[in-house]
């Protein structure tokens, strides 16, 4: 069955500094990975998404993660983080043997200090 | 592309009310949309899969008769709430994707806060 692990709760870090989100998985087919990002009171939108082409993705808003299969993980990083995106990041991912459907992981809260 | 509007963004009404909310997919066609359901600092939690023409296929635990889903056309998808009680105040949202394949993305609704009185 597939399932996502989220390490972090919480992530703080100051404007300006790198910001690093993990991520792990588990599936038993190739899977597409996901990072959703969800703003307060808001619906959740796409940063990126990995589908078995290229292993370093890039997405919007300058950020990127990396696929590795060796170690299940698709983390997701930023050079320097920005205020604005302080939110919730959510790691999704999904594969042909759950149908259609995505598994969310439990999410990670990044608040970005002044 | 491939914006999905929700309507309403809130709703507040007295137990008993009946409550409607409309996912549309604007500019895409989507044979497929989805119902999520989020508690306060939680994940999403799916609550249905909508299928254009037929009928909902409901996750376990998720009463069919409570949560009514209703996908006419191939860019609507309605989630009905009947007779609402406090218990059911959560924010839901919706998503619709582009085609059936797994390697593609969902595109989600802003959410509905719906707030039973």
Redesign the interface.
Known sequence: AQSVTQLDSHVSVSEGTPVLLRCNYSSSYSPSLFWYVQHPNKGLQLLLKYTSAATLVKGINGFEAEFKKSETSFHLTKPSAHMSDAAEYFCVVSDGNYGQNFVFGPGTRLSVLP | GAV?S?HPSRVICKSGTSVKIECRSLDFQAT?M?WYRQFPK???M?MA?SNEGSKATYEQGVEKDKFLINHASLTLSTLTVTSAHPEDSS?Y?C?A?LT????????????T?LSIL
């Open positions: 999905v929700q497929t989805f939680k994940s999403l799916l899969t924010f949202i998503s994707r059936d394949s797994s390697n593609q993305p969902q595109h989600f609704g802003d959410g806060r």
